[in-house]
T-cell receptor, first 111, second 112 residues
């Protein structure tokens, strides 16, 4: 069964607005990662946050992690057309050697 | 070189064919992965190699056979596939099992 579940499944916003995506997971984790995938292409790693971290920034990206609620959020500020993509969270369970991807959020930035 | 390359980009094969997908990285990564991805779905893990040894096989049918000839190369041998095996096959590598993964562009496979 999948570890991460993103919410919403799809999101359309105007260019310049902020986009927020959420990820919930079920078991204790070591790390949580966010990836972006443009249509039909390979995934690109965005950010990794460790279980003992609460917030991390990278450029226009801000990721938070709440281990008590088993959830994470990805905020993209000042969105651009190039941000149109699918975004996946990926988690590794503490007692497992693999990373499981959530179902993803399809983000569409409107001009 | 921070790139994972995959060949071919596209592959069309019949159900009786034998073909191979290839993946290469020169980042010194010791973990390499095969994923299968259907349209509008997340990548599904198929195999994980760690230090050139198969560490995870996610109950993948035997018509898919992975091979890791050396630390830079990963192959996926295909034989007697079914039309439902049509998908994007992604290769990835990472420094360790829990580190960020670098993905190749994928091979779009169509089984007729």
């Amino acid at each position: 069964s999948q570890q991460g579940e993103e919410d919403p499944q799809a999101l359309s916003i105007q260019e310049g607005e902020n986009a927020t995506m959420n990820c919930s997971y079920k078991t204790s984790i070591n790390n949580l990662q966010w990836y972006r995938q443009n249509s039909g292409r390979g995934l690109v790693h965005l950010i990794l946050i460790r279980s003992n971290e609460r917030e991390k920034h990278s450029g226009r990206l801000r990721v938070t992690l709440d281990t008590s609620k088993k959830s994470s959020s990805l905020l993209i500020t000042a969105s651009r057309a190039a941000d149109t993509a699918s975004y996946f969270c990926a988690t590794d369970a503490e007692r497992d050697d693999k990373i499981i991807f959530g179902k993803g959020t399809r983000l569409h930035i409107l001009p | 070189d921070t790139e994972v390359t995959q060949t071919p980009k596209h592959l069309v094969m019949g159900m009786t064919n034998k073909k191979s997908l290839k993946c290469e990285q020169h980042m010194g990564h010791r973990a390499m992965y095969w994923y299968k991805q259907k349209a509008k779905k997340p990548p599904e893990l198929m195999f994980v190699y760690s230090y050139e040894k198969l560490s995870i096989n996610e109950s993948v049918p035997s018509r898919f056979s992975p091979e890791c000839p050396n630390s830079s190369l990963l192959n996926l041998h295909l034989h007697a596939l079914q039309p439902e095996d049509s998908a994007l096959y992604l290769c990835a590598s990472s420094q360790g099992l829990y580190n960020e993964q670098f993905f190749g562009p994928g091979t779009r496979l169509t089984v007729l």
